[in-house]
């Protein structure tokens, strides 16, 4: 989960602030950005619209490109 910290560290957004709007604990979202838990598909796409960033990026850290 290399994107989720960078995009809601370049958002200047702390872990609360994300878990609250996520309805998540700050310690899940923690878990899940130092990779000790992985999100549920339905919490991917939830993050995904929450930061307007495909799930590739969440997980990597980069848009997906086709060869």
Known sequence: MIGLKKIRKQRNLNQLKVALDLNITRQALSYYEN?????????????????????????????????
């Open 35 to 67: 990779g000790k838990r992985e999100p549920s598909l339905d919490m991917l796409q939830k993050m995904s619209e929450y930061f307007n960033v495909s799930i590739d990026y969440l997980i990597t850290g980069e848009e997906f490109n086709k060869k």
